[in-house]
T-cell receptor, first 116, second 114 residues
Framework: GAGVSQSPRYKVAKRGQDVALRCDPI?????LFWYQQALGQGPEFLTY????????KSGLPSDRFFAERPEGSVSTLKIQRTQQEDSAVYLC??????????????FGEGSRLTVL | KNQVEQSPQSLIILEGKNCTLQ??????????LRWYKQDTGRGPVSLTI?????NTKSNGRYTATLDADTKQSSLHITASQLSDSASYIC?????????????FGAGTTVTVRA
């Protein structure tokens, strides 16, 4: 596709439910990132993939959060037993090169999760 | 404490006026610094990327400056338009333990009024 695509755009979950958020990066992009953005704050790093390898998951807040990118393209962020503090916008970004390098980072529109 | 501090937290300006946003960072060693524009309900979009050897870069009415010695950057918006209303996020890339990491500021919310 032309850009990074995320779905669903909006998700309302009851506390305790599991949710899955999908990210379709730009075709051919090596790096994929997940970020969590609370209202009025900058994005906070969750995890990073280089192709199918998850090279950094240090930002995942608990073992309820799990991400995968099995074929090195589409990625899924799964949150188990959601809590109210999980309410945020989850941003996915992709880059042609490795993270932090001068290559541009392209973000999706985000998935807004609201946990009731 | 966040390693990338932005100021002001928010500002309101009249259409046609100029404004300058600040970004101070403490992270090192520094690789590059980026400014992003994030419209409400959208993902961030890159405005500029500067390496430590660059001290200014422009993108239309947006001009970013970088002083790697004082670890300060600014984003200047010239002749503001209503469409400039957004959050502007400063992102610093650092090289740590053989890998690159990105550190995000909290953003400055700009509101342009007619």
């Amino acid at each position: 596709g032309a850009g990074v695509s995320q779905s669903p755009r909006y998700k309302v979950a009851k506390r305790g439910q599991d949710v899955a958020l999908r990210c379709d990066p730009i075709s051919g992009h090596v790096s994929l990132f997940w970020y969590q953005q609370a209202l009025g704050q900058g994005p906070e790093f969750l995890t990073y993939f280089q192709n199918e390898a998850q090279l950094d998951k240090s930002g995942l807040p608990s073992d309820r959060f799990f991400a995968e990118r099995p074929e090195g393209s589409v990625s899924t962020l799964k949150i188990q037993r959601t809590q109210q503090e999980d309410s945020a916008v989850y941003l996915c970004a992709s880059s042609l090169t490795g993270r932090g390098r001068a290559g541009e980072l392209f973000f999706g529109e985000g998935s807004r999760l609201t946990v009731l | 404490k966040n390693q990338v501090e932005q100021s002001p937290q928010s500002l309101i300006i009249l259409e046609g006026k100029n404004c300058t946003l600040q970004c101070n960072y403490t992270v090192s060693p520094f690789s590059n610094l980026r400014w992003y524009k994030q419209d409400t309900g959208r993902g961030p979009v890159s405005l500029t990327i500067m390496t430590f050897s660059e001290n200014t870069k422009s993108n239309g009415r947006y001009t970013a400056t970088l002083d790697a010695d004082t670890k300060q950057s600014s984003l200047h918006i010239t002749a503001s338009q209503l469409s400039d209303s957004a959050s502007y996020i400063c992102v610093v890339s650092l090289f740590v333990l053989g890998d690159y990491k990105l550190s995000f500021g909290a953003g400055t919310t700009v509101t342009v009024r007619a």
